[in-house]
């Protein structure tokens, strides 16, 4: 299984921005689509981002784009997540994930990965 973990998390103010990393250990991340995604209280797990290891192509959720970017550090063998103009709407557990099989294009469904980190939480309130 591969193994992530993602730091970042915090309390924020409506309009603030964070940015999330997801390091990964014991294999080289750039191999393998990475999603990120969050969970509410009482909601199902959502994707938010993810980025493809076949053409490093990106995708997001109607709900972050222009306001959430995902991007890669290979040297550093993490993903982040830049996320801007921060909502209340946007707290949640977020999660960064990867998909096992190498080499495949990234999609927004949770279904399609098998490696997940412990997550860490984003409050976004006043």
């Known amino acids: 299984q591969l193994r992530l973990v993602e730091s970042g998390g915090a309390l924020v103010q409506p309009g603030g921005s964070l940015r999330l990393s997801c390091a990964a250990s014991g294999f080289t991340l750039d191999y393998y689509a990475i999603g990120w995604f969050r969970q509410a209280p009482g909601k199902e797990r959502e994707g938010v981002s993810c980025?493809?290891?076949?053409?490093?192509?990106?995708y997001y959720a109607d709900s972050v784009k222009g306001r959430f970017t995902i991007s890669r550090d290979n040297a550093k063998n993490t993903v982040y997540l830049q996320m801007n103009s921060l909502k209340p709407e946007d707290t949640a557990v977020y999660y960064c994930a990867a998909d096992s099989i190498l080499f495949r294009r990234c999609v927004l469904h949770p279904s399609r990965y098998d490696s997940w980190g412990q997550g860490t939480q984003v409050t976004v309130s006043s």
């Open positions: 980025v493809s290891s076949s053409d490093g192509s990106t």
